[in-house]
């Protein structure tokens, strides 16, 4: 297992980047990363997570967390993912079928995982077993670079399980420090950088809430499927749907955002062209 809270310096020799919900839509990255000529000696790619279940490419998303320019944070397929796994990573337990069929994860695009399975020897296969340690090493917050050139990673948010006010309802880079320094957070907060939509699905957040949060860096997250990019208190969301083009025609599809550039790149199953698309994200003065 690994801390909570990763700490990395900016880049200098190269660009950052970061991608949406993958969610087994590993061609259509791969597509992405080619239009852009990502270097993998200098570029870095930073995932919000949930790089599993649903798409076509579910375990060859997850074996880009053995590249060393890939950095990911958990997602809440991930947590799940892990939930059913545990036994099995600590003590060689597998599943039973009455627990792999009633878990969540099958009730949410998990299916994939019945391919890996060696029932002769009661056992997953040695490529998932890979997989399954490094999902286990993953991140909930990566926090990178210093002053103005900071941003976070994260999959959901950063929002407070009780607040009040606008000015008090998202945790600041003063409290992620304070987080990384004691290496630990709260479970209302992990449970927070999971699952809550409270921002990007909130018609008060629509309404009231301004793009940038004073105190709090940019921080890029997903999980709340649109077909756009959206910036609520500092968090850019960047989950337009990749796995929902695999068999419809609409304007869902993946997104990699390169920060240096302040320009998105964007494909899907169905629109099999890479789009480019100017977009300014507002930070802290």
């Given at each position: 297992?690994?801390?909570?809270?990763?700490?990395?310096?900016?880049?200098?020799?190269?660009?950052?980047?970061?991608?949406?919900?993958?969610?087994?839509?590993?061609?259509?990255?791969?597509r992405l990363?080619?239009?852009?000529?990502?270097?993998?000696?200098?570029?870095?790619?930073?995932?919000v997570?949930?790089?599993?279940?649903?798409g076509?490419?579910s375990?060859?998303?997850?074996?880009?967390?053995?590249?060393?320019?890939?950095?990911?944070v958990?997602g809440?397929?991930?947590?799940?993912?892990?939930?059913?796994?545990m036994?099995?990573?600590?003590?060689?337990?597998?599943?039973?079928?009455?627990?792999?069929?009633?878990?969540?994860?099958?009730?949410?695009?998990?299916?994939?995982?019945?391919?890996?399975?060696?029932?002769?020897?009661?056992a997953?296969?040695?490529?998932?077993?890979?997989?399954?340690e490094?999902?286990?090493?993953?991140?909930?917050?990566?926090?990178?670079?210093d002053?103005?050139?900071?941003?976070?990673?994260?999959?959901?948010?950063?929002?407070k399980?009780?607040?009040?006010?606008?000015?008090?309802?998202?945790?600041?880079?003063?409290?992620?420090?304070?987080?990384?320094?004691?290496?630990?957070?709260?479970y209302?907060?992990?449970?927070?950088?999971?699952?809550?939509?409270?921002?990007?699905?909130?018609?008060?957040?629509?309404?009231?809430?301004?793009?940038?949060?004073?105190?709090?860096?940019t921080?890029?997250?997903?999980?709340?499927?649109?077909?756009?990019?959206?910036?609520?208190?500092?968090?850019?969301?960047?989950d337009?749907?990749a796995?929902?083009s695999?068999?419809v025609?609409n304007?869902y599809?993946?997104?990699?955002?390169?920060?240096?550039?302040s320009?998105?790149?964007?494909i899907?199953?169905?629109?099999?062209k890479?789009?480019?698309?100017?977009?300014?994200?507002e930070?802290?003065?």
């Amino acid at each position: 297992m690994s801390l909570p809270i990763q700490k990395l310096p900016s880049n200098h020799l190269g660009k950052d980047y970061i991608v949406g919900d993958l969610h087994g839509c590993f061609s259509l990255l791969d597509r992405l990363m080619k239009d852009v000529s990502f270097d993998k000696d200098h570029d870095r790619l930073f995932s919000v997570g949930d790089l599993i279940d649903r798409g076509p490419e579910s375990l060859r998303c997850l074996q880009l967390l053995a590249d060393p320019w890939f950095y990911a944070v958990k997602g809440n397929h991930e947590d799940m993912f892990l939930e059913l796994f545990m036994p099995y990573l600590l003590d060689n337990k597998l599943p039973s079928s009455s627990v792999l069929n009633n878990s969540s994860i099958m009730d949410n695009g998990g299916e994939w995982i019945i391919d890996y399975i060696n029932q002769a020897q009661q056992a997953m296969s040695v490529e998932f077993d890979n997989a399954l340690e490094l999902v286990a090493k993953m991140p909930l917050i990566y926090i990178v670079g210093d002053a103005e050139h900071r941003f976070h990673v994260i999959h959901a948010e950063l929002t407070k399980p009780k607040a009040y006010s606008i000015d008090n309802l998202v945790y600041l880079d003063i409290d992620i420090d304070q987080f990384f320094i004691n290496g630990t957070i709260s479970y209302d907060l992990e449970d927070r950088l999971y699952w809550s939509r409270s921002l990007m699905k909130s018609a008060a957040a629509d309404l009231y809430y301004p793009k940038v949060q004073k105190g709090l860096s940019t921080t890029f997250c997903g999980h709340t499927i649109a077909s756009n990019i959206r910036q609520k208190l500092s968090h850019v969301c960047l989950d337009t749907g990749a796995s929902m083009s695999v068999n419809v025609d609409n304007d869902y599809g993946l997104v990699l955002y390169d920060i240096k550039e302040s320009q998105y790149f964007w494909i899907s199953f169905q629109k099999n062209k890479v789009n480019r698309i100017s977009h300014h994200i507002e930070k802290t003065p």
